[in-house]
């Protein structure tokens, strides 16, 4: 694995020139541009803080303000596996011509989404400061280190389900279905407060759970994250690029015969 990443490095000016392409790609031909990376997150706040505020309100202070802080890291990573899974396919033509690391593919899919999300917390810190809430100094630099695991966590995912759609092209799909899904399951429009706690046990099974609740503990509370979700935020996101990665890497050899 170390190798494989040597490799991938020695490609990053590949890496760079297919993240401009994929962002120039998404907007170019779009009135709006960049401004779609602000506005689609801002709906889906409108719609949830409605749904949630208005017609089955919530007992969450501020509750457009708590649900921004986990539906845009949500957006990142349903965008970031869900059209991830079919990078690889996607870009047939690409990877069946030349050599390089194939991981440049998901690597670049991800990091794409992962700019977008960058833009999209420019609505975030608006929402915290204007709405009463505030940053804490204390903990606001917490912030890159909940960032940096969901990368990880996206891009084993990525690694995963990319590889497989190239042998099995329903996957690209599934995930699809298995994003309406998950989000459910991710404390993202509802409190784990309110829960019972063999609930509680049964999603702290998903790793997005332990990364929502940090983004909301450093955003909304202006508190460090429990350390019990640090270590399962890091240990899942590690384990699943780790499983990602040996997947890929078993898988990648029969790529150009099955596209």
């Keep these: 694995m170390i190798s494989r990443l040597k490799e991938v490095i020695e490609y990053k000016d590949m890496i760079h020139s297919m993240v401009k392409r994929e962002l120039r790609g998404r907007y170019q031909k779009s009135a709006l541009g960049m401004l779609w990376a602000l506005l689609f997150p801002l709906f889906q706040i409108a719609i949830y803080t409605f749904v949630f505020g208005v017609i089955f309100p919530s007992s969450i202070e501020n509750y457009y303000i708590y ?3 986990g539906i845009v890291p949500w957006t990142f990573f349903s965008e970031a596996v869900g059209q991830g899974a079919g990078c690889i ?15 440049v593919l998901p690597i670049s899919a991800v990091l794409a989404k992962f700019i977008n999300m960058l833009l999209a917390f420019v609505i975030v810190f608006v929402f915290i400061i204007f709405g009463g809430v505030g940053i804490s100094p204390a903990v ?7 960032m940096i695991a969901e990368f990880i966590l996206c891009l084993g995912f990525t690694l995963l389900f990319s590889a497989i759609t190239v042998y099995i092209r329903d996957m690209e799909y599934i995930v699809g279905i298995l994003m309406m899904a998950w989000i459910w399951g991710t404390p993202i429009m509802y409190s784990m407060d309110n829960l019972q706690p063999m609930v509680k046990v049964i999603l702290l099974c998903n790793p997005m759970t332990s990364i929502v609740q940090s983004y909301h503990a450093v955003l909304y ?19 699943i690029l780790i499983v990602g990665e040996l997947v890929f890497a078993h898988l990648e050899g029969d790529f150009a015969e099955e596209m």
């Design 67 to 69: 649900l921004t802080a």
């Design 140 to 146: 606001i630099w917490f912030l890159p280190i909940v």
């Design 221 to 239: 509370y202006k508190e460090l994250p429990d350390a019990l979700y640090t270590v399962i935020t890091w240990g899942s996101a590690v384990a």
């Design 89 to 103: 396919v996607n870009n047939a033509n690409l990877a069946t011509k030349i050599y390089f690391p194939r991981e």
